[in-house]
Structure formats: structure tokens, C-alpha cells
């Protein structure tokens, strides 16, 4: 009675859901043995992929499902109450999930709420998903972007310009005279850990400088990782004079670290991309530069769309790039 | 071929759900007459409120709802964190929901987990659904209460001991020589707010001050509240010298309008029940007096105590009540 799913096939076939999928949208490299033995398991099968689209469309349940990578920082909680605030009021529950970051999480989150039969699904995603949301998506469940885009595109979208942002943040920073600067990098997997060290990267060259690889921290977006790369920049015996930070929490961490250490805030300059709670109180506003974000509008905006999306399904994928201006 | 539902009955009886979840607690007063309507129509319908509980034990989804309150709110959101890094590793997908402090949305909302069939629910509650939280748990759901208790108890719960809390912060601004001290009071319809200001009260109470009406604003647990309430404060005449806050969104509000009004905060003691994001470097050690809260720790014994409960149905419920200290 039950209908097929895509792991029913996988098992049959002896492959990962990850090559079902891959051969599903014709995306990646997939040898030709491996080709058949999908087709030949879903024909024995019986599996639709698009069968399932009909199906929801018709039972809408009224429930949008949101995944975000990190339920504790303010930046992703503010967006998911941007998307509430316009879906609420026209009848739809949200559910909220938390992918840690983490991609195999994710992946089973994505298929935990396809089951739950959401109407939609928006994902900050944690990247390595690509296939696989794109798969989703072209089943029938509209899947929406936010802040964090997929190689390849093809999927509503919305998100800031962050190499745009970072060049700016880091320019502002060289622009008063600063020429060692730590930079704290974000998750590397992701689009906007990628885009914003691209931005950084560029802003320094433009400037002719070479980068001491001891001033580079690769962090993973979160305040740990900030305190990590202060007490690290701290240790050096030539240390740095300003610290650009690739995310809000990171750079909470840096402010918080270095005011352990007993570092006078005014000091050093730390930039940071997004927004330090409680920011006119936390240091002197010259030492302080922050890109500002506006995550509760970009989740507003990501609401309209996917409204959008769920009244016309067959449009083109919308895609809406924010710029960002420095506070 | 589908169960008949709660909400089956009462239209059938043409009575509230509230009105069928109150005769099958029995609990609240319900005229005799509702009463046969109701249990007439169960039996038409063959409505069976336990029947519900032996089938999700039976088909457990491995998904644990969590409604919280208000998910800018640093708190919950440390909290929710806590309970997924215990649920997660065991096999446990977590979703979140949203009440936005509407106990209206937050029926909505339990309604929605219990037809996803989670396996329990964990829910820090907007007040008034008490009924219809107790009639879900007693038709097979169970149901933790995290943060706050509900009038009658008989349920799984985690809170702060909120009164002594509250009691010893205003003691601490007392024993400073502090009189006139403004109070922002959180939603007095749960209990962490009702607590606190009762506690709030007995201080100030022993040291036989009559608190001046202009000094206390009832908020709502936002930062949005915290601002008004020390914009409020700071047009008397005789403005108060320390202002005792009952959450930490509502003093964070304080302290950023005290700083936009260019009131030094060295100048007014500022009280939180609940830490301050950033509080090392947002003010001065002594003009920042806080109650310590475990968010996260709390988050996991609720998961602990959840455990537990999923794989004994039968036992009492458990609750447990957590000191909290100063800061």
C-alpha cells in the first residue's frame, strides 16, 4: 500500500540516496551500471518521483517547515520571526529545525519534514545538500533559500550580497590605517562563509598586502570560535591591530575574549559582519565597525516569495540579492 | 475509517473543544446538560480519548515537539539547544514551534504536534491552555512543562524556583541602601512572571516600603517593554535609583534606553532577573546585578527527565524545581 521512496529504491539498487538522487537530476558523475540499476529498481518498483508533488498540492497542510544551523544565534532566530510574522497571519504554521550546522543532519531533517507533509520547506542550509534539496524540490515540495545559496542555483532564493558586505567592512578597516589585520573565517562549506572571505581577500589585495598566515583563524560561526582566534591572535608577539570578524557571534567571542585578557576594547578595532547585541553599550562606536544586517526583513521578503511560490508553482526561480550597508 | 476527534465532538455536541477537554478532566465548571451532550456524542461516535495513546506508542515517530514562547528570546532558544543535544544523539529529530506568547496559537500549535504524532511535546506555555494540555497528556501524548508550571500540576516539570529568585535580587538592590526602585513586571498570566513579582514583593514588602504606582510597568517580556518602561521612568520627577527588571529581554530594553537618553549607566543600578548577552562588557560589574540562569543545563534535564518518561509511562510525574543564584 505504502508508495515507494526514494530510499526503497536505493536499497533495491544497492546505491546511496545520494546517487538516486544525483541520477534523478541528471547532476554529477554517475557511472552507467550504477544508471541502470536505479532505472531498473524504480521500474520494479514503481517509484514517481513527480507522483508525489500531485498528492501534496492537493492535501495542503497548512505547515511550512524552516531549518535553520544555529537555534542559538540571534541573527537566524530573527529571520525565522520574519518569516512567522507574514505566514502566520495567512493561516500557516511554521515548524522549526536545527541542522547544527551539520550536513548529514540536515539531509535527515529535509526528509523528516517532507514526510511530515509541509507545504514548503525554507533552509539556511549547511551545504553538501545540493542534490538532494534540488531532488525535493523538483518532487513537489517547494524549497526556498535564505542567507545561504547552492551552487548551481535553479531555486528561490534570497540573501545578502556578502562578498560585496566583507570588501566593504575590510576596506573601511584598512581605510584608517590598519595593515595587520586578523580575520576570523566563518564555515568554509557554505556560501557565505566562501563569498565573505573572497570579499576580505580582495579588499587586502587591492591594498597590496600579503597576508601573515599566522592572522588567518578558521572558525565555524560561532562565538567558541571567536574567543578561540583572539587568544590565539593575542599570543603573537607582533599581534594584530584590528580583527575583522565573518559573523556576529564570532565577533562576540573576539570581544569577549580580548576583555578577559584584560585587552582595552579601545585598543583594537574589531569588525564584524552583522550585528553585536547590545552593540551602543558593548564598545566605544569608532572601535566597534559592523556590517549591518536586517535579518527580520530578509525573513518577511523570504515569506512573500515563497507566497508566491505556493499560489504559482510553475514560475521562474526568484532570486534577491541584498545589499548591505555599514553601521 | 478516521478516528473521530476531540474537535468531532464538540461540533456533534455544539459545544467548545475547551468546553469537552474540561468533562473529560473533569476539571472547571460545566453545566450538567453540556456534560450529557457531550458524552452522547461520544458514544455516537465511538470517541475514544485513551484509544489515541496505545497507537502512537505503537508508531513512534522519534520527533519531539518544543513550543516555546518567544524564539528571539536567547533564553529559549539556549534551552531548546539544551534538550536537542541530549534527544538528538538518541535518535530523536526535534521540532520548534513558536506560541509568540499567544495562548491561542499555542493550542494551535499542540493541536498541529499531536497530528504530526510526535512522541511527546515539551512546551514552556503562554498560559491559559491548561485544560487542553492536561487532556492531551491524558490521551496518550505526554507532555513536559519547561519554565513554567501550570495551576494544579500533574505533569512533568523543570522550572526556577522563580519567587526566591526574584526575592533575593530585589533583596541584593535593598541591601544597597536602594528605596525608590522601578519594577518592569513580565505577562503576569504564567508563572515566571507572577513569581517574580510576588517575590519582587515580599522584598520590598520587609523593608516596609509602599511601592509608588508610577514605579512599577507591567511588560510583556520583550525588549520593546524594557524601553518603555525606562522612558517611562526617566520623565519623573523623582526618578528612581535602580530599576529591578523580571527578564533579561525586558533589562536589556532598560539599559539600551537609558543609553539612547544618555542616563550613565554607572548613575542607576540596573537589576535582571536573567543573564545580559555580552553583560562583561555592556556595564560596570556593580551597576549590573543579575540572577544566573542555566538555560541550557535546564534543557538537558528536561530532556533527561523526558527520557525517562518515554520509556516508563506509568510513573508520577516528576517535578523539579531549580535554585538560581546571583551573579
Redesign the interface.
Known amino acids: 500500500m505504502n508508495k515507494p521512496t526514494m530510499k526503497d529504491v536505493a536499497r533495491l539498487s544497492g546505491v546511496s540516496t545520494a546517487t538516486v538522487s544525483r541520477v534523478l537530476n541528471k547532476s554529477g558523475a554517475v557511472r552507467e551500471e550504477m544508471k541502470r540499476r536505479v532505472a531498473a529498481a524504480m521500474e520494479e518498483l514503481g517509484y514517481k518521483p513527480n507522483g508525489v508533488a500531485r498528492s501534496l498540492r492537493k492535501n495542503q497542510t497548512k505547515?511550512i517547515g524552516v531549518i535553520i544551523p544555529d537555534?542559538?544565534n540571534?541573527y537566524f532566530?530573527?529571520a525565522?520571526?520574519g518569516i512567522?510574522d507574514i505566514l502566520?497571519p495567512k493561516g500557516y504554521?511554521?515548524?522549526?529545525?536545527?541542522s547544527?550546522e551539520n550536513p548529514r543532519?540536515e539531509q535527515?531533517?529535509l526528509t523528516?519534514l517532507s514526510e511530515?507533509r509541509v507545504d514548503a520547506i525554507v533552509v539556511a542550509t549547511a551545504g553538501g545538500n545540493e542534490d538532494f534539496i534540488r531532488y525535493l524540490h523538483s518532487s513537489g515540495i517547494p524549497i526556498m533559500l535564505i542567507d545561504r545559496k547552492i551552487e548551481g542555483g535553479g531555486l528561490d532564493l534570497i540573501a545578502e550580497d556578502n562578498f560585496q558586505g566583507a570588501y566593504r567592512l575590510t576596506k573601511k578597516v584598512l581605510d584608517q590605517g590598519h595593515r595587520r589585520i586578523g580575520i576570523v573565517n566563518g564555515l568554509l562549506g557554505v556560501s557565505t562563509g566562501k563569498d565573505r572571505k573572497a570579499g576580505f581577500e580582495k579588499a587586502i589585495g587591492e591594498y597590496g598586502i600579503d597576508q601573515d598566515p599566522q592572522l588567518v583563524f578558521d572558525g565555524s560561526f560561532t562565538e567558541e570560535s571567536g574567543r578561540r582566534a583572539a587568544a590565539r591572535f593575542m599570543q603573537l608577539a607582533d599581534r594584530p591591530t584590528a580583527i575583522v570578524c565573518l559573523n556576529n557571534l564570532m565577533a562576540?567571542g573576539v570581544?569577549?575574549q580580548l576583555?578577559?585578557q584584560g585587552v582595552d576594547?579601545r585598543d583594537i578595532v574589531v569588525a564584524s559582519y552583522g550585528s553585536?547585541?547590545?552593540a551602543?553599550?558593548?564598545?566605544p562606536h569608532d572601535s566597534l565597525i559592523t556590517v549591518k544586517q536586517y535579518p527580520y526583513d530578509m525573513g518577511n521578503r523570504a515569506a512573500q516569495i515563497l507566497l508566491a511560490r505556493l499560489q504559482k508553482e510553475g514560475e521562474e526561480p526568484r532570486e534577491e540579492i541584498l545589499e548591505t550597508g555599514l553601521d
Do not use: G, R, W
Open positions: 505547515t537555534i542559538s540571534p532566530m530573527k525565522s520571526k512567522e502566520y504554521h511554521l515548524i522549526f529545525c536545527s547544527d543532519k535527515n531533517l523528516l511530515k562576540s570581544l569577549l576583555n578577559q576594547i553585536i547585541e547590545m551602543p553599550l558593548v564598545a
